[in-house]
């Protein structure tokens, strides 16, 4: 019936199918399905089948908000309805009593000692997940002031007159925060509100790469592993000898499996040594390796008929539509994501095509924040963190540009939002660096990798 019409009554079928795989022990097939399907339909019966599953899989909290969901229709259910859905709602009461208490989750983990810790200091974090996002050689000076009329023309932007006016109407505005707000909407009107930012020169907010190469892969090192390395001098496909944080990460208990990366840069698997670190890395080829919705194969499908533009990094749109299903079906704790055609377009001299590109960026980090929001466990329980590899040049010659010869690309920025993050707002009279990202990400989640490792800088001091 589901082959026929995977929509039959109100995706019952689906829902059943969904169970059905689960109970024969294929899980990631049956998790991605319910995922699927709870997206719009609310029928009790697969919601308290998806929290059975979660259950098992031992994502107590989540399967836990799941059959409170179940509960929380009964008060505004008329009396028939209620009476069909009795049984529902017992089962949904009965998950919940089972589900396990936070000692036990921790004795699982390894943890048991911490339950003869303290009550205040068994507290735990604020935040279960975390979402990295990276957008390749993103100037702070768009960032923080929108568009440059200066690179506005030919010579320097590449921009031809006739398109001019329609790049102004779309990110020309009075000042520079007026500017930076219609280039980056979400960036603008929700990270800035709710979270902070570093990086703006006229507020004595000074954020720097200390790798001094300035360009990508030692950025992204840099970025991940929390300190340069001089080893890593190239772009070369070389897998990387350090452990970065999320390799960390997923060594950790509750985290093994949990981390995953996607890039548009097939550099990526190198860059995270996803051969040593077991962190899942999609680089290259299709957006999502085994598609199994046809919404997944849809995208593989809408990946493959673009063209290779540039050969080494595949366009931004197939590897966000990738890194969204990849967060709704498989609910990493970590999920990294690597955006590339701001650096692309930049260094083809395409000051319009490099706004675009930014400005879509904003647009997919809105999307990816509130794909978290809606999903249970994730609601005011992720945080989300945005950077650059590196900076670029500072005139109309040399913006397209970055690199050891470029020393106005060592300046970046770098934003964090989410639960226990005050809202500061942009940052005054601070300096920090891109090295301290990494220990940021673990801090968020309340692991210690600079403690863990000697080399790190500390995390950002976000309290202050």
């Known amino acids: 019936m589901y082959a026929r019409d995977p929509k039959y009554d109100y995706q019952r079928a689906a829902g059943l199918l969904a169970d059905t795989w689960a109970r024969l022990g294929h899980h990631d097939k ?11 339909s609310t029928l009790s019966e697969t919601q308290y089948n998806y929290a059975t599953l979660l259950a098992a899989r031992g994502r107590a909290p989540e399967a836990r908000e799941w ?22 709602f017992r089962k949904a ?53 929108g568009l440059s009329a200066d690179l506005l023309n030919e010579r320097d932007g590449g921009v031809d007159a006739d398109i001019v006016a329609p790049i102004r109407s779309r990110f020309d505005a009075g000042g520079p925060e007026a500017r930076r707000e219609k280039l980056m909407p979400f960036f603008w009107t929700v990270v800035a509100k709710q979270g902070q930012v570093f990086g703006d020169r006229a507020h004595g ?34 897998p990387n000898p350090n452990v970065t944080v999320l390799e960390w990460l997923n060594r950790r208990p ?8 996607c890039a548009s840069w097939e550099l990526l698997p190198w860059i995270v040594n996803e051969a040593r670190s077991g962190v899942r890395a999609n680089g290259e080829g299709a957006p999502i390796v085994d598609p199994v919705t046809d919404r997944e194969r ?10 290779p533009y540039w050969g080494a990094t595949r366009h931004d749109a197939p590897t966000g539509f990738g ?38 960026n904003d647009r997919f980090v809105g999307r990816l924040w509130e794909a978290a929001q809606s999903m249970p466990g994730y609601t005011n329980r992720t945080a989300l963190v945005l950077t650059t590899d590196h900076g670029r040049g500072e005139t109309g010659k040399d913006w397209t540009s970055h690199g050891r010869e470029v020393p106005a690309a060592e300046r970046i920025w770098i934003a964090v939002m989410g639960p226990g993050v005050p809202a ?32 790190a800088a500390p995390p950002l001091d976000l309290q202050r």
């Open 298 to 307: 849809a995208i593989n499908e809408f990946a493959a008929d673009l063209p």
């Open 254 to 261: 509750g985290f093994a499996g949990r981390v995953a990366a």
């Open 30 to 40: 049956a998790e991605a399905l319910f995922a699927d399907v709870t997206r719009t």
């Open 93 to 145: 009461n009965a998950l919940i009593k089972r589900l396990p208490a936070v000692c036990l989750w921790l004795a699982l983990a390894g943890l048991a000692s911490a339950c003869a810790m303290p009550a205040a200091a068994r507290q735990p974090p604020p935040v279960d997940h975390v979402l990295l996002v990276t957008m390749d050689g993103l100037r702070w000076q768009e960032v923080f002031g």
């Open 323 to 360: 890194a969204l299903e990849y967060l709704r079906r498989h609910r990493p704790r970590v999920l990294y994501v690597m955006l590339g055609e701001t650096d692309e377009w930049a260094h083809g001299r395409r000051y319009d095509l490099y706004l675009d590109a930014a400005w879509r």
């Open 67 to 88: 059959a409170q969901r179940i509960l929380a229709k009964k008060p505004t259910m008329p009396n028939y309805l209620r009476r069909r859905e009795r049984v529902w």
């Open 424 to 455: 500061l707002g942009v940052r005054t009279n601070v300096r920090v660096t891109q090295s301290q990202v990494a220990a940021t990400v673990a801090a968020l989640l309340g692991e210690d990798y600079a403690g863990a490792e000697p080399k």
């Open 205 to 238: 907010s000074d954020a720097r790469l200390t790798n001094g190469l300035r360009f990508s892969y030692p950025g992204y090192n840099e970025i991940l592993a929390g300190y340069p390395d001089p080893r890593i001098d190239s772009n070369d496909r070389i």
